[in-house]
């Protein structure tokens, strides 16, 4: 009878900790030590609390108060905080939690598949470790699973690197964050949100789902539609960011005509939900990718059509291409190259480019002109004179009369303009430039490679190669 009563005892002292815990005042679990709070932008506390508790929260000598609701929701919003590097923030309820060393900087959301989540000691980083200076202002979030869940209670946590964990954690998101932190002095928070394998499906909220007819729509497990938004955009959407950095796209790869609109949708999606028209979304466009083969007549390609649907996003304003065409060396079909360097460095200096206030200018297509058996293109966003990269002969263009066959031809510097011509074609009618998975190309300026293009709208009909085109969606 005494070992009962202990028991019972027991149960009843756990089942009031259970319920205190359950009342007690929570907070969000982006707000963690180590934090990064975007600098020049109202400042959003949200979490739990019981209905009707009074809450308090303190930072940066600012105090708000509020009350949670019936839903046990509360939310106050700071002005923009001043700078600093060592910050505390307090939440008082019926208990008390307290955050350190909170930072104000710039925050950063890095989302999309595989190749976004590749680590550093993965890739082809050869540089030295950062100076703990840098260190210390590069703070990283990351989910507690990678994996995808439809879960909308995604529980993580901020940490600083550090030299020993570098290897480990994704390569873009850390050099990127250590570039600005080094050129800029600015602190940097990178929030982690990729998911292995995971198509843009998964990226987009329930709403944009039907509204793109993608409600039928069935994902290989184990994907689940909007499950990536619930599980890494929803636990966000009330934080201020400087910007979203997004790589993904291999596994839509076969469906890239819907990607384009899905795209430009779940943009605009993220963008109104965070209640920032004119939020900044950085694409990385997929690199080059398996054989090249440049003595054989030009073909449809499933990796143009892709960079393409990727581009076709820039017509939203803030939106910016990064070109990874000549980032992969060699030829052998591989869906994660391990040259993610320049890919980081060309994003942070896009990202500078923004805190600058300068503008960013990718060189791309402009319009064509057709004179006689030629054709002449423009171009616009560039900083200097187009130019050859290697200093050869151009290459990687091909032009077609109206039949739609597309033949390899010539092209050459014409002062502003490029000139393309072929012996094949008498009457030239499109330009396709970089059109091929994996493509012999070179026209650049400034160093900076040309966007893909291509003059005509006729359909694609690229064909499946097996032997050099692995599982899309395999990781």
């Not at 009074?54 to 000598?61: D, L, Y």
């Not at 923009?80 to 959301?109: A, C, E, H, Y």
């Not at 430009?264 to 939900?273: C, G, L, V």
Request: glycine content about 6%; hydrophobic content about 40%; overall charge positive.
């Amino acid at each position: 009878m005494r070992s009962y009563s202990i028991c019972c005892s027991m149960l009843i002292v756990g089942f009031v900790y259970c319920q205190q815990a359950a009342n007690s005042v929570q907070l969000s679990s982006i707000f963690s030590d180590h934090m990064i709070v975007q600098r020049e932008q109202n400042f959003r506390v949200w979490g739990t609390g019981t209905p009707g508790e009074k809450v308090q929260i303190t930072i940066g000598g600012q105090s708000k108060q509020t009350t949670a609701d019936r839903e046990r929701n509360w939310m106050v919003t700071f002005p923009p905080l001043k700078p600093s590097l060592n910050l505390s923030m307090t939440v008082k309820g019926s208990n008390r939690i307290v955050v350190n060393d909170i930072q104000v900087g710039d925050v950063w959301i890095f989302a999309g598949q595989s190749n976004m989540n590749m680590p550093l000691g993965a890739t082809d980083f050869k540089g030295a470790g950062c100076t703990e200076e840098v260190e210390k202002k590069l703070r990283v979030f990351r989910y507690a699973t990678t994996g995808n869940s439809a879960s909308e209670k995604s529980f993580g946590s901020w940490s600083v690197p550090g030299r020993q964990r570098a290897t480990d954690l994704p390569a873009i998101p850390l050099l990127f964050g250590r570039a600005l932190v080094q050129n800029k002095g600015v602190p940097v928070g990178a929030i982690l949100a990729g998911c292995d394998g995971a198509p843009l499906e998964t990226f987009m909220s329930p709403e944009t789902i039907v509204k793109t007819h993608n409600s039928e729509l069935k994902l290989c497990s184990p994907h689940v539609l909007t499950g990536n938004f619930k599980s890494r955009f929803a636990p966000i959407l009330r934080l201020n960011v400087r910007g979203i950095a997004w790589y993904q796209g291999e596994s839509n790869l076969l469906a890239s005509s819907a990607y384009k609109s899905e795209l430009t949708e779940f943009i605009r999606d993220i963008r109104a939900k965070m209640n920032a028209s004119s939020l900044p979304f950085l694409i990385v466009q997929l690199p080059n990718f398996g054989h090249r083969r440049p003595d054989n007549d030009p073909t449809d390609s499933f990796w143009a059509d892709m960079r393409e649907s990727q581009f076709a996003a820039t017509a939203l304003k803030n939106v910016y291409i990064i070109v990874a065409i000549d980032t992969v060396a060699g030829s052998a079909p591989d869906l994660h190259p391990k040259e993610k360097t320049v890919i980081a460095e060309r994003l942070a200096n896009v990202a500078m480019k923004l805190m600058d206030g300068k503008p960013v200018s990718n060189p791309m297509f402009q319009s064509q002109r057709i004179d006689g058996d030629s054709i002449f293109l423009t171009f616009k966003n560039l900083e200097g004179p187009l130019k050859s990269k290697d200093g050869k002969n151009l290459r990687g263009f091909q032009l077609a009369a109206a039949d739609g066959k597309f033949h390899w031809a010539d092209a050459e510097i014409c002062g502003s303009e490029i000139k393309v011509t072929s012996d094949e074609v008498v009457v030239p009618a499109a330009v396709r430039y970089a059109w091929a998975d994996n493509p012999d190309c070179n026209l650049c300026c400034e160093d900076m490679p040309v966007s893909p293009f291509r003059t005509d709208n006729w359909v694609t009909k690229p064909k499946l190669d097996a032997l050099a085109f692995p599982a899309v969606g395999s990781r």
